[in-house]
């Protein structure tokens, strides 16, 4: 069920333009994709401490505090413990490792180029977080 009063479309479809706009930049600017999990993964590897990589990812983090000098920052409000936490961010980075790839690098940029890798990845992460989501609530009841 949609939530009417938390529904903003305006800033919702910024945001997507503001998301294509900076991932088409980095691609003609740096030449790479703009897959989090690989600029992130780079700067541990140590070799993606160069090019335009470390500022995109300067920006992903200073995102929010810009916003909060316009607006107050939404409060954030978990339903899940830590450790329901912490296992979902491990099966996320070790689905990303598997699948060579993330959300932002396979649904946004590898979409848009229409590689049909990137199409198998993004139907796969969506299908299993619908599923997911079914079975805890619907079957669980959780």
Request: proline content about 4%; some cysteine; glycine content about 18%.
């Amino acid at each position: 069920m949609i939530d009417w009063t938390s529904f903003t479309p305006v800033s919702a479809l910024a945001g997507g333009v503001l998301i294509g706009l900076s991932a088409g930049l980095f691609a003609v600017l740096d030449g790479r994709i703009a897959g989090i999990s690989g600029l992130l993964g780079g700067l541990f590897k140590g070799s993606g401490w160069r090019g335009e990589g470390p500022l995109f990812l300067l920006g992903l983090l200073a995102a929010p505090l810009l916003w909060a000098l316009m607006r107050p920052l939404p409060e954030i409000h978990f339903e899940a413990g830590w450790a329901t936490l912490l296992a979902a961010g491990l099966l996320v980075g070790v689905g990303s490792r598997f699948g060579s790839g993330c959300t932002s690098g396979h649904g946004v940029c590898g979409l848009s180029r229409l590689s049909g890798r990137s199409l198998v990845a993004t139907l796969s992460f969506m299908a299993t977080g619908f599923i997911t989501v079914f079975i805890l609530r619907h079957l669980l009841g959780a």
